[in-house]
T-cell receptor, first 107, second 112 residues
Framework: SQQGEEDPQALSIQEGENATMNCSYKTSINNLQWYRQNSGRGLVHLILIRSNEREKHSGRLRVTLDTSKKSSSLLITASRAADTASYFC???????FGAGTRLTVKP | EAQVTQNPRYLITVTGKKLTVTCSQN?????MSWYRQDPGLGLRQIYYSMNVEVTDKGDVPEGYKVSRKEKRNFPLILESPSPNQTSLYFC???????????FGPGTRLTVT
């Protein structure tokens, strides 16, 4: 069964806007990871946040983790057309992925 | 260049004809895994390996076999493929289990 579930399933924004995606999971985790996938290609790791961390930044990415709510969010600031992709969260306890959020950034 | 390679990238086969999809990594990673990706279902783990000679079932292992005789290779074997195994398959590796994973480019399999 899937552990992570992303919300929304699809998101369409204009270039320069911020994009926020959410992930919920069901069981205790060691860490939570976010990945990006461009149309049918292999996934690329973006950021890993450990269960004892609450927030982490990497360039234009900001990830938060709330273990009490079993949820995480990924914020992409000042989005670009090149950010158009599907984004997945994955939890480690077992390595389980959600179905992803499809982000479209319009130029 | 550090990478995970998969072969073949595309494969069309018929029901019941045994096939192997190879996966190799050059990063000396201990952990390797196979996933399948189907529309609306995300990635589902088929099998994983924490180290040489150690393999475990993931969420959808039925109809698949794996082996890990060497650290760098983790082939996926379909002994008798069926149409419901038509999917996009990814191999991934990681230094150890809980770290970020590096994915291969994918193998698109069609079973008729």
């Amino acid at each position: 069964s899937q552990q992570g579930e992303e919300d929304p399933q699809a998101l369409s924004i204009q270039e320069g806007e911020n994009a926020t995606m959410n992930c919920s999971y069901k069981t205790s985790i060691n860490n939570l990871q976010w990945y990006r996938q461009n149309s049918g290609r292999g996934l690329v790791h973006l950021i890993l946040i450990r269960s004892n961390e609450r927030e982490k930044h990497s360039g234009r990415l900001r990830v938060t983790l709330d273990t009490s709510k079993k949820s995480s969010s990924l914020l992409i600031t000042a989005s670009r057309a090149a950010d158009t992709a599907s984004y997945f969260c994955a939890t480690w306890g077992d390595m389980r992925f959600g179905a992803g959020t499809r982000l479209t950034v319009k130029p | 260049e550090a990478q995970v390679t998969q072969n073949p990238r595309y494969l069309i086969t018929v029901t019941g004809k045994k096939l192997t999809v190879t996966c190799s990594q050059n990063m000396n990673h201990e952990y390797m895994s196979w996933y399948r990706q189907d529309p609306g279902l995300g990635l589902r783990q088929i099998y994983y390996s924490m180290n040489v000679e150690v393999t475990d079932k993931g969420d959808v292992p039925e109809g698949y076999k794996v082996s890990r005789k060497e650290k760098r290779n983790f082939p996926l074997i379909l002994e008798s493929p069926s149409p419901n195994q038509t999917s996009l398959y990814f191999c991934a590796s990681s230094p150890q289990g809980a770290y970020e994973q590096y994915f291969g480019p994918g193998t698109r399999l069609t079973v008729t």
